[in-house]
């Protein structure tokens, strides 16, 4: 993730549980920048536009839906606007919000923020700017405020960033495209184009979307149905604590790999998902604690997955009811 913020929260509540909660972003005391912008439109790709999640202060307490006032739009227009003054361009920005979620009703919760920042250009749009962040917020208490200082903060920049920037990229899209830009983006990557997954070993994210294994190795089958994997390409290992592979495909069925085992991956529509354990906390390569098959936490649960198609990150969706704790 291109960002990642980490919150450590104190133990007051601020909301009442069992009902709706309602926030807004609001504009920064920002000196005015170089803008070449004035204006902002919004398009939300989301989902679920409904709300950003559920939360619970406390375990089997009914919990709080967080909800992103709706309109969007003047919230980022002010925003903007804090940014400019009479000596701005006249620019206009399209900002389209393609995920503001977060799964977890317990312990730390990771909220997910993707956008893609857009400026007019021969009247169609050219990508401008992208967020990929996970803001991780630590603890029930206080998490609406969190919630809402860290995610304004991170718009707050986004935006600061983008309106200086003049549109470089020659692909100029559609408003039909933009609005179907994540399935347009899918169509050049080899495994969401298949229903034939090509045998072997993938060291990363990369190769398994490129559909080009880049490792040597051999599957064996236990006695108790599982898989057993060894690699024979050098610095590599399947031990518990040593890094390991991204996914291995194996009689065609798509397997994640991580250290607590070989999870199917499942196609369902445009996107990969899957049901295996995770941790909920970091490692010292990864130490903010996004969901990482890596992770080494003693807090481990199944969690209901989706891969993020650009760079390969799970997005945690659902912790079953069932899961162990």
Same mark, same amino acid.
């Given at each position: 993730?291109?960002?990642?913020?980490?919150?450590?929260?104190?133990?007051? /509540? %601020?909301?009442?549980?069992? +009902?709706?909660?309602?926030?807004?972003?609001? *504009?920064?005391?920002? !000196?005015?920048?170089? &803008?070449?912008?004035?204006?902002?439109?919004?398009?939300?790709?989301?989902?679920?536009?409904?709300?950003?999640?559920?939360?619970?202060?406390?375990?089997?307490?009914?919990?709080?839906?967080?909800?992103?006032?709706?309109?969007?739009?003047?919230?980022?227009?002010?925003?903007?606007?804090?940014?400019?003054?009479?000596?701005?361009?006249?620019?206009?920005?399209?900002?389209?919000?393609?995920?503001?979620?977060?799964?977890?009703?317990?312990?730390?919760?990771?909220?997910?923020?993707?956008?893609?920042?857009?400026?007019?250009?021969?009247?169609?749009?050219? /990508? %401008?700017?992208?967020?990929? +962040?996970?803001?991780?917020?630590?603890?029930? *208490?206080?998490?609406? !405020?969190?919630?809402? &200082?860290?995610?304004?903060?991170?718009?707050?920049?986004?935006?600061?960033?983008?309106?200086?920037?003049?549109?470089?990229?020659?692909?100029?899209?559609?408003?039909?495209?933009?609005?179907?830009?994540?399935?347009?983006?899918?169509?050049?990557?080899?495994?969401?184009?298949?229903?034939?997954?090509?045998?072997?070993?993938?060291?990363?994210?990369?190769?398994?979307?490129?559909?080009?294994?880049?490792?040597?190795?051999?599957?064996?089958?236990?006695?108790?149905?599982?898989?057993?994997?060894?690699?024979?390409?050098?610095?590599?290992?399947?031990?518990?604590?040593?890094?390991?592979?991204?996914?291995?495909?194996?009689?065609?069925?798509?397997?994640?790999?991580?250290?607590?085992?070989?999870?199917?991956?499942?196609?369902?529509?445009?996107?990969?998902?899957?049901?295996?354990?995770?941790?909920?906390?970091?490692?010292?390569?990864?130490?903010?604690?996004?969901?990482?098959?890596?992770?080494?936490?003693?807090?481990?649960?199944?969690?209901?997955?989706?891969?993020?198609?650009?760079?390969?990150?799970?997005?945690?969706?659902?912790?079953?009811?069932?899961?162990?704790?």
């Amino acid at each position: 993730m291109l960002t990642l913020l980490m919150l450590c929260l104190t133990c007051i /509540s %601020l909301y009442s549980q069992g +009902t709706d909660a309602s926030f807004t972003w609001t *504009a920064p005391k920002s !000196s005015p920048q170089k &803008s070449g912008y004035k204006l902002i439109a919004f398009l939300d790709s989301r989902q679920d536009t409904s709300c950003v999640g559920n939360y619970s202060l406390e375990a089997g307490a009914k919990p709080t839906k967080l909800i992103l006032k709706t309109p969007i739009g003047p919230q980022l227009e002010a925003i903007l606007n804090s940014y400019t003054d009479a000596s701005s361009g006249f620019g206009a920005l399209l900002f389209q919000l393609k995920r503001f979620s977060f799964a977890e009703t317990q312990r730390t919760a990771y909220v997910y923020l993707i956008a893609t920042l857009y400026a007019l250009k021969d009247n169609g749009y050219v /990508s %401008l700017l992208n967020l990929d +962040t996970t803001l991780v917020i630590d603890g029930p *208490a206080n998490f609406q !405020s969190a919630l809402v &200082s860290a995610s304004n903060e991170v718009i707050d920049n986004f935006i600061a960033r983008g309106i200086v920037l003049t549109p470089v990229d020659t692909v100029v899209y559609s408003y039909e495209d933009v609005q179907h830009i994540d399935n347009l983006h899918k169509r050049k990557l080899k495994a969401y184009n298949t229903s034939t997954y090509t045998e072997g070993f993938y060291s990363d994210y990369a190769a398994f979307k490129n559909q080009t294994p880049d490792l040597q190795g051999e599957v064996k089958l236990r006695s108790d149905g599982g898989m057993a994997i060894t690699l024979h390409s050098p610095g590599w290992t399947e031990a518990r604590g040593k890094k390991h592979i991204y996914a291995v495909v194996y009689k065609g069925i798509p397997y994640i790999v991580s250290h607590f085992g070989y999870y199917p991956l499942q196609k369902d529509g445009d996107d990969f998902y899957f049901d295996g354990r995770l941790n909920v906390a970091g490692t010292p390569s990864n130490p903010f604690g996004v969901f990482s098959a890596n992770a080494s936490s003693p807090d481990k649960r199944n969690y209901r997955v989706l891969i993020d198609y650009t760079n390969g990150e799970f997005i945690h969706l659902k912790a079953p009811e069932s899961a162990a704790q």
